[in-house]
């Protein structure tokens, strides 16, 4: 990914843990790196296809102002969020915050603060079969979209598929999304494990009724063991009911860890 520099901005601003930072305000030096594909602008030289980076320079200076925060971490993460809100372009943006005149009683250069967001990709399973299963589905999937951290970017159609696990319980009605976020896996699950909570979803049987299942199947290409979000989610490649629509919207993704693209492992299982 191609990248684009604003280097060493000066902003006075009124950050800051202290009261006196806050009345009288002080120095802060802001740099950007931006992930943004510039072959078009370049070929073209139309400003269009790439970051106005005068503009971008003016923005990020009110956007800074606009409020006061007692940590610079704070800040940098507003502006982070800030340019991915706001440029489509900007696929992710590394904010660097220098605080030249911390006062720690102590000679520095500066205190600094960097961190890094992008948007992610991400697949998401969402399962029903309690009541009316299909409304379920699209309920869920509206309470994705009401959050501004998540883009849902596809939907697969919605398939009838038999229990899988425990086989005493109604047929499920299946889907899948593609959604971007800047979100780490734990906060998304989170967001996931809570919207279960609003609707209902009990968990008395493994693998049993449900009124509706979110699971996140693929994050990017992230590998991740931990108890609360296993990514790729285990077993997947064993289950028709998450292949079959995840092949509709994403067919030749692959799988990190067996290499496979979605639509050879669910023709592995079509074909046992």
Known sequence: MDKLYLKDVEIFANHGVFQEEKNLGQKFILSLELDVDLREAAVTGDLSKSIHYGELCHNIEREFQKESYDLIETATEKIAEYVLYNYNLVKG????????????????????????????????????????????????IDKLKEFREIKVLKISSIIETEPWGYEEQDTFKNAAIEIETFLNPKELMTILLNIEKEMKRERIIKWGPRI???????????????EYVTIPHPRMEEREFVLEPLNEIAPNFIHPLNNKRVFKMLEEIKNK
């Open 93 to 140: 943006v590394k904010v660097l915050l220098k605080k030249p005149w911390a006062p720690i009683g102590r000679h520095l250069d500066s205190a600094a603060v960097e961190v890094y967001r992008k948007w992610h990709k991400v697949y998401i399973s969402i399962g029903s079969n309690i009541g009316d299963k299909e409304e379920n589905i699209n309920q869920a």
């Open 212 to 226: 509706i299942d979110l699971d996140i199947i693929f994050f990017d290409d992230y590998i991740s063991s931990d």
